[in-house]
């Protein structure tokens, strides 16, 4: 029996990236959903600390996420919804994890480097370079492995920005069964996206990133249809002429717009370079790309401003998701503590 497990950051606003790389692709994988298959979706608000957050904030943004990923169309009815504090056993299970990773294996994490501002040092004991880097951003691959394994999930829908942790996730799960010489944790499958990376709209060689402190890098689900536009227009481009052509490689910013109608038109970049042959510039390929946004948007955002004026019903839908992922979670984390010797 399949279990697929995936989370998104109460970091922010839903946007094209967590949209096309994530939510989308857990509705679709639901909807083509074959009995005894088990899906599992947390609202990761342990991993939203890793970075400064107010708890105001940290509340607001829950609500919004839940109140997204439901406008987008997952049908709670057909999965486990939950927040990951509610359920203690992800750190516990957290704890032992971190006690079998070795600090040059975390050392080694793309997203540590990045955030942690240490691309440049080698060594993780630089205390210049880290001065007041907090711990939790360098363990939150483990926590994120702990996420995944509490639940024994076969699984894992993300976009391609998480790969290098899933390849850890699995390299943990192998630790602990060989340390403990069991069978216990299965190795997750790494789920890629089909749009796998959508690029910020300002700096085609970054990641769109919820933590992108430039607004006019992301387009929100949220976003009205003027926004849209806007952002759009002001989006990094290149200077070559004639027809548009899908080249990543020297036409980054072009290609994450033809990247992004292939998506919504639920098909492959090719073909959808060849569609867009009647584009004769820049300025229309955008025009082309937000009539596309507007049109995928526009029943959520409303959808969305809806759900949002009734916090209680997305707190029964997260209180329910809560009580079914504790009863799997409590349920093997007793069976870890037995393997490990805490019986
Ligand atoms: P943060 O900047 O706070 O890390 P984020 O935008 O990376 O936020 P997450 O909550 O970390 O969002 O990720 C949720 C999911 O969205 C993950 O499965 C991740 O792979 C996917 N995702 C995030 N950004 C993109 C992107 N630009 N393209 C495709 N998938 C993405
Ligand atoms: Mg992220």
Known sequence: NSILFSMIQPTGKIHLGNYLGAINNWKNLQQSSSEGCTYIYGIADLHAITVPSKAEV??????????????A???ENKCILYQQSSVPEHTELSWILTCLTSMGQLNRMTQWKSKSLQASSSSIFDDKVLGNTKAGLLCYPVLQAADILLYKSTHVPVGDDQA???ELCRSIASTFNHTYQTGFFPLPKTLLTPSKKILSLRDPSKKMSKSDPDPNACIYVTDDPKTIMQKVRRAVTDS???PITFDPENRPGVSNMVNIIASLRNSTVQETA???SFVKD?????DVLSEFLIEEFKPKRHLFDKLLTDKSYIEQ???KGTIKAREIASRNIASVKSVVGFD
Not at 58 to 70: D, M, P, W, Y
Request: glycine fraction near 6%; hydrophobic fraction near 40%; aromatic fraction near 2%.
């Open 164 to 166: 290098q942790h899933l």
């Open 58 to 71: 940290l509340r607001k943004n829950r609500h919004e996420v839940v109140a997204s990923i439901l406008a």
């Open 73 to 75: 169309g997952l049908d």
């Open 282 to 286: 820049h300025k229309q390929l955008k």
């Open 240 to 242: 070559i002429q004639g």
């Open 317 to 319: 839908i997260c209180t």
């Open 274 to 276: 060849s569609y867009l």
